[in-house]
């Protein structure tokens, strides 16, 4: 249970820096990196969904064919 709490919260700091960082480069008007910054964050936070997605399934298809 302490690792899905950790990674909500990593999430959600992921979250709350990308946005700091966005909102920081669109007023210097650097918008395009502004972007870029949201699209790499964007996809660590995939990356981390992804991996808690497979753990999920693992121990859905350990409890089912009771391997």
Known sequence: MNIEVNAI?????IGIIIAMIH????QMGKE???HWVTLIGF???LFM????LD???Q???TIFLFQ
């Open 23 to 26: 909102t920081v480069l669109k």
């Open 32 to 34: 395009d990196m502004a």
């Open 59 to 61: 121990e859905i298809r």
């Open 55 to 57: 753990d999920l399934l």
């Open 43 to 45: 996809v660590v936070v």
């Open 9 to 13: 919260f990593q999430i959600a700091g």
């Open 49 to 52: 969904v992804v991996r808690l």
